[in-house]
């Protein structure tokens, strides 16, 4: 198994991609920690998922904006299974509003859940993976927003730009200790937050159109790289983006 024994915690954990990565993961061996914030009942549905596979998991209700409650999820992480190895930065989201139109309490918050929470996991992930000795990968649920313009919804493409920076700069002070960070950037991909468009046929006609493959990313396949990734096959990878968008950044304008 490619992650046999190795522990990998997930925010946002119980839905969309997060909760591919997390079978993805189980299924190649890891053990899971599954962080959410809401929705209980579905982190518990999926940890039963896992071990009826044969898989180990655990869910941590941890409020990813808060250093605190990050700090705590680390710490769950090692007590339960004895170390980290993996940590995935998954939870995010956006409320589409453009320059004129955002307010302080909506850039607040879409900066805390998708880059504040993203920076203070990689903190004390960062510093857990020092104290352990022999290094430790952080891999970020980017977006192809985070290079690639999309207006009228510009707090979340700075957040995203942001997370580009985190991965580079973040990894290049790290890569001392034997941490590396690397943020997975996926397009269009059919999850809840998207359900405004794939829920609009025409929508959706027009958007596949748009990517070059002709079809929306499923989460497995965002959950299939991350598998990849994690399993050190590509250990001389850090401070770099890998993009899973069907082509669409290279031949159209922001959707």
């Given at each position: 198994m490619l992650l046999d024994g190795k522990t990998i915690v997930v925010t946002g954990g119980n839905s969309g991609i997060?909760?591919?990565?997390?079978?993805?993961?189980?299924?190649?061996?890891?053990?899971?920690?599954?962080?959410?914030?809401?929705h209980a009942d579905a982190t518990d549905a999926l940890i039963a998922r896992i071990e009826e596979?044969?898989?180990?998991?655990?869910?941590?209700?941890?409020?990813?904006?808060?250093?605190?409650?990050?700090?705590?999820m680390i710490e769950t992480a090692v007590s339960r299974f004895g170390r980290l190895d993996v940590l995935v930065n998954n939870a995010g989201m956006e409320d589409r509003k453009s320059l004129l139109e955002e307010t302080e309490e909506g850039y607040d918050r879409v900066m805390a859940v998708n880059m504040k929470s993203a920076?203070?996991?990689?903190?004390?992930?960062?510093?857990?993976?020092?104290?352990?000795?022999?290094?430790?990968?952080?891999?970020?649920?980017?977006?192809?927003?985070?290079?690639?313009?999309?207006?009228?919804?510009l707090a979340y493409c700075i957040s995203k730009g942001g997370m580009r920076?985190?991965?580079?700069?973040?990894?290049?002070?790290?890569?001392?200790?034997?941490?590396?960070?690397?943020?997975?950037?996926?397009?269009?991909?059919?999850?809840?937050?998207?359900?405004?468009?794939?829920?609009?046929?025409?929508?959706?006609?027009?958007?596949?159109?748009?990517?070059?493959?002709g079809r929306l990313a499923e989460p497995e396949d965002i959950a299939d790289v991350v598998v990849f990734l994690a399993s050190g096959k590509a250990s001389y990878m850090t401070s770099t983006t890998v993009t899973i968008d069907g082509g669409?950044?290279?031949?159209?304008?922001g959707l």
């Amino acid at each position: 198994m490619l992650l046999d024994g190795k522990t990998i915690v997930v925010t946002g954990g119980n839905s969309g991609i997060g909760e591919q990565i997390c079978i993805a993961a189980a299924s190649e061996g890891a053990n899971i920690v599954i962080d959410y914030v809401a929705h209980a009942d579905a982190t518990d549905a999926l940890i039963a998922r896992i071990e009826e596979a044969g898989g180990k998991a655990v869910g941590v209700d941890a409020d990813i904006t808060s250093a605190g409650d990050l700090a705590t999820m680390i710490e769950t992480a090692v007590s339960r299974f004895g170390r980290l190895d993996v940590l995935v930065n998954n939870a995010g989201m956006e409320d589409r509003k453009s320059l004129l139109e955002e307010t302080e309490e909506g850039y607040d918050r879409v900066m805390a859940v998708n880059m504040k929470s993203a920076f203070f996991a990689t903190q004390h992930a960062a510093k857990q993976f020092i104290a352990q000795g022999d290094g430790g990968l952080v891999l970020n649920i980017s977006s192809v927003h985070e290079d690639w313009p999309m207006p009228g919804n510009l707090a979340y493409c700075i957040s995203k730009g942001g997370m580009r920076m985190l991965a580079r700069s973040g990894g290049v002070e790290l890569g001392p200790h034997g941490v590396r960070i690397v943020n997975i950037a996926p397009g269009a991909v059919d999850t809840p937050i998207n359900t405004a468009t794939t829920s609009d046929e025409d929508k959706l006609r027009k958007l596949d159109a748009a990517i070059p493959l002709g079809r929306l990313a499923e989460p497995e396949d965002i959950a299939d790289v991350v598998v990849f990734l994690a399993s050190g096959k590509a250990s001389y990878m850090t401070s770099t983006t890998v993009t899973i968008d069907g082509g669409i950044s290279q031949g159209s304008v922001g959707l």
